[in-house]
């Protein structure tokens, strides 16, 4: 398939193992930000072909890993209340169906009686919500900067459609943010970044510069299949030896240095930034999105008075040190014995992009 | 109300009476059915009988390919099939919620009189009941079916020794790709249909070589992935397989890039996978090869001593990596 078997050949990712192997065996390790690149990683078995110094860690980079708990139990509740009064169509991601909230999850009230139906689109959300003009449908909203303009354009269009029986919960969060939070927690050990980057085709370069700038830090904006993971790898290997680190674009047939403005004037458009609580890091200042006041005829959490409970994380669930890259899966004691893709306990084990399904799936 | 199916079909009497003249009989046409007797009596010759069942719950109930009949028949004839067995006569239940149109019975029984023929099992016996609206969701149909098995066929994980290669039979996950782009809520057109097709066709000239084959089974629910773990297990052996010998064809890679799907966990309904002797291996390949059902056919991986009981793939650009069972039901409703 064109753009994907090209990616995919042994050849030519031979030849960039061979010149990585050639450079100084310098123990380093480098966070693969994104879910898309940790699931790659394992399921193209890079890890196996990559010399033992250069330790590949992943990153906070699944939306469904990072949701907090609290908001999870806050949709939750909404759908314990649908299951009661019938009043609202929950809509959500598949991932989502099955992350375990403090008590049960929105797949067993699925199957207790609450509508919850899962998209592929929030636009799909939007057609159930004139299909079913008697219901409220709630869009279980999560995801970074990829996911959050095609929300905001769907918010746009319901106003524009004035369609008053559709709302969203934001659980929207912006990458670097989290990023710098990792580089100032002395509890971690990152030297380079691998940059998400579906992400960047939005956000473009300048967020990273300041990575680069006040942390000295490399940032390679990956494209996810395997030959890119690889190239990013030597490139950013390059930059560690050399002492050059800057912001680079690997994956140029997606990404350009400006981002995509039109998706990010219709993302501003619609939220502002705030706060965000983050699975396993806390709060972290600007780091999430909330719909701005003139949209909260959209904002479910407005509309409903909707608060996320305080909740914590299930006991021994180390999701918080895999999610920032201080341990790998199988150092978690619940890894594989309590928590497993059918039982999880964190989300990192649910989400087909979390690190611990990624390693139970291919790395056992 | 003349054209569907009311609660008064499934009574037992009158209107149960014309729901099967006129929806089932004039496609059920074997004799022993045609007497109407509450079971179907029939010689065996002294032999060993395989006997299997399953229900089918597939949405929609038609798709590119098939329909929830042709899968109802192909589904059990394969079950039968792939143990060695020559299938010979089949049930068929049908559970009907009210409402369901009557035209639409006609076409699924008739195709899975076709689908009997094509397959030389016999529907000899069938049950209907109907249930309330929403009490299932259009058409449910359970079969089940029986077949002989030759006293020298002994197919099974307990005969599989590491060194045996591992034959697929043709491309992956059709069946299940047909099924999602006929589905609501997911738009998108492929030129896929399903694979579904009744195996035995293909098992029969395998079986001239069964003294080298180990054990066959068809990659349905789960995918290829589920069935290499499950005979891993049982046999106690470990396989590995290689990425860049998969046949996958370009639409169904596609539709898995973009859903987020793996073809090695798609359903098919016409495909098997053998476990044989591997100095054998070539003679049974181009034997699948000759039958239009396994024209496609290829060697894609060995049984070995380790890791005992684990699936493992080379990937493509040279890496390893385990393969598990799945896990998460991706695709509910799909059989």
Known sequence: MKYLDEFRVKGPLQAILAKIKALSPQPVSLMEVCGTHTVSISKSGLRSLLPSHIRLISGPGCPVCVTSLGDVDRVIMLAAEERNHKRFIITTFGDMMRVPGSSTSLMKEKAKGADIRIVYSPADALTMAVENPEREVVFFAVGFETTSPTIAATVLNAQSAGISNFSIISNHKLIPPAMEVLLEDATTTIDGFLCPGHVSAIIGTRPYQRIVERYGKGCIISGFEPLDIILSTYRLMLQIQERTPRVEIEYSRVVQAEGNGKALAMLYKVFSVTDARWRGFGTIPNSGLALKEEFFPYDAAQKFGLTAPEVSDPKGCRCDQVLKGIIIPPQCPLFATRCTPAEPVGACMVSSEGTCAAYYKYEQ | ?335
């Open chain 2, 1 to 335: 109300m003349d054209d569907y199916v009311f609660l008064a079909h499934g009574n037992g009497g009158k209107f149960t009476s014309q729901l099967i003249q006129s929806c089932f009989l004039p496609y059920f046409q074997d004799l022993i059915l045609h007497q109407l007797n509450d079971q179907a009596i029939f010689d065996v010759d002294k032999c060993r009988i395989a006997f299997t069942t399953d229900s089918f719950v597939v949405d929609p109930l038609f798709f590119p390919g098939g329909d929830i009949g042709k899968l109802a028949v192909c589904g059990t004839v394969n079950d039968l099939a792939v143990g060695g067995a020559i299938p010979l006569y089949l049930s068929a239940g049908f559970i009907i919620e009210e409402g369901f149109p009557l035209e639409e019975i006609k076409k699924i029984s008739s195709s899975m009189s076709a689908a009997a023929e094509e397959a030389g099992a016999r529907i000899v016996t069938a049950d209907t009941k109907v249930v309330e609206k929403g009490a299932c969701d259009k058409l449910f149909i359970n079969t089940s079916g029986i077949g002989i098995v030759s006293r020298d066929v002994d197919f099974g994980p307990h005969r599989v020794r590491p060194g045996d290669k591992i034959i697929l039979s043709g491309y992956l996950g059709d069946h299940g790709v047909a099924i999602l782009s006929s589905r609501e809520g997911i738009a998108f057109e492929t030129s896929i249909i399903s694979d579904c097709a009744p195996l035995n066709l293909l098992v029969s000239d395998l079986l001239p070589h069964a003294h080298a084959l180990r054990a066959m089974r068809d990659p349905t629910r789960g995918g290829l992935g589920t069935l290499l773990n499950e005979i891993a297990r049982q046999s106690g052996t470990g396989m590995t397989i290689y990425e860049e010998l998969l046949p996958v064809r370009e639409e169904v890679q596609g539709v898995c890039e973009i859903l987020g799907l793996d073809p090695l966990y798609l359903p098919n309904e016409g495909k098997l996978v053998a476990f044989v002797e591997r100095g054998h291996a070539e003679v049974i390949l181009q034997a699948m090869r000759q039958n239009p059902l396994g024209r496609d056919a290829c060697i894609i991986g060995e049984t070995m001593d380790k890791p005992a009981g684990k699936v493992i793939m080379e990937t493509r650009v040279g890496g390893s990596r385990m393969i598990d069972m799945l896990v998460a039901e991706d695709l509910p409703r799909i059989c």
